[in-house]
């Protein structure tokens, strides 16, 4: 009684005192010496299967499961005989697809992987190949064969069920070249010094017709396409005089005539020398610019393939372009199902060229194709809809103006001609002050991509003292409507689709599938900035970056798999112990040995409780 009493007493002492000092106390009576797992650096320690240390469903695994699975004729025919052994083309694939899986983009990385990491270690069977020959495979040699690689992979994911290829949901975004940001030529400017270099060339050869008088009257000005044809006729001539020139200071002994004859000759030399060291070479090189534009307005010096574009990530913070490429990637169930790089910045010329190489490959054609108001044009909807007797594809596009139609402000306002009546028996409209607008003529104009539209033009019959010209048009005479009757169509089309209920929910599915997928190749996994150049190589490296998406996507959908597995069988395994608890109690409980057994352990709960209640209103009273 007196030793409870007086742990009692010291129990309450305690909880005046600070934590520390209880702590400090305790410690100082006890005298505890740490303890500590054996730690030596220096041991010799073996690895004997480092495929122990990855667990199941890494994403390692799958990489390697992927790559065994392609016949190794596929990856042989790139390869020719002789010379020393190669790395094997599987090793090099798993490992560069790792990196690209982990973050890491530079060869220089991968190395350093090789070296450092387990799974890397584990995909190389301990190789270790250098940087340059993983930078020669993922360059030269992959360029040739990542097609047919990714081909074979969504064919793999179609068999396996994790895609369909039914619902195609395309949208695109702008990747940064690995080019100098101010290493920019413009097409305009290229142009406009041009056509300054073209008028001094005009000047100059009029300035040598009258040096060399070869022929009687005046200079006759050459056609923009024979000046490097005149040019060299000219230098040809100038060179010739000189030679003239230099055998006769040769031949002649008085100086006043030889000085002459220098300032002859030195006149000739100077446009001689212009035409041979700036002329031409300008002339050269203004063409060779026009070549490498193509239909674009601007290219960069240290990667001709990349075109200036708006970016969101401005560095200058004031909208300045930068040098990229327009990649277009379309996917399902959040797989990048393909993909296509471009040099166009808009995605509305991108949509045509993206499925033709579709076609052209040997993956199915999607039955429904989703994507933003940015693709919706005339051309995209005729191309989709295709012949009557062979659509290609149902279309979920909306146009530009899709949204704002629906707004009341739109349909109130009368300058637009789709808020008219229509009288299709006369063929004609009634304006909003209730006059005639009849059919006039027809009008064919060309798209800046060689599109021909046909118009029909529709004037009103009289629109002067009307009160609502100012709000209806701008033009001095009468009020004329351009109707594209095929462009209509097609509108009410795409209309008539985003308006059903089961397509509608589809569309919406939109953001979800393709945003995502942008955000975690750029976002997550911080691929803001290609690392090779060209767009062969940079096609070739978003091709990597879309094999490894695809196989961090199916090691995800995995673990979730395995991890539900478990779940659901930890939930089975506990109500099967608690069943057979509960069996177990309820067999028991009329035994008279269980019986005994139950009073001893309520009595001793029950007496457990008294006396930690008494213990408690102890501690109370003295406090």
Known sequence: MRNRTTTTEQYITELSLPLGDIEKNRIAKRKLAPTFKSYDNK??????????YIPPHHVARVIDEMIEAI???QLFAHYTGGGRSSYHPKMLLKVILYGYSQKVYSCRGIEKLLQENIPAMWLAAMQQPDFRTINEFR?????ALIDELFETMIQKLIADNYITMENYFLDGTKIEANANKYSFVWKKSVLRFEEKLKEKIQETLAHIHSLTRQEAGEYVAVHSEELPAKLEEAAAALEEKVEELTEQIANTSESAERKILRQERSALKQPLKQIREDFLPRLTKYEQQKVIFGERNSYSKTDPDATFMRMKEDHMKNGQLKPGYNVQIATENQFILSYSLHQRPT???????????LAASSLPMPKTVIADAGYGSEENYLYAVGEEKEPRFDFLIPYSNYMKEKTRSYQKDIRHASNWTYEELDDRFICPNGRNVPFKKYQTKK????LEQSFKIYECEDCRDCPLKSACT???GNRQVHWNTIWEELKAKAKGALEDDEKSAIYFRRKVEVESVFGHIKGNRSFRRFSLRGLDKVHTEFGIVALA???????SIRLTAFINKETKELKKWTGTFRFSAHFLFWGLIGQPLFLRLFQMIAGCMTEFVRRGYSFIQKVHAHA
Do not use: W, Y
């Open 43 to 52: 041991q010799i320690q073996m690895i004997l299967d480092l495929e122990l």
């Open 71 to 73: 016949p190794d004729k």
């Open 139 to 143: 360059g030269v040699r992959m360029k």
């Open 347 to 357: 995605d509305t010329r991108c949509f045509i060229p993206h499925m033709e190489r």
């Open 447 to 450: 798209t800046h991509s060689g």
């Open 474 to 476: 701008k033009a001095k």
């Open 549 to 555: 998406h695809n196989l961090l996507k199916v090691a």
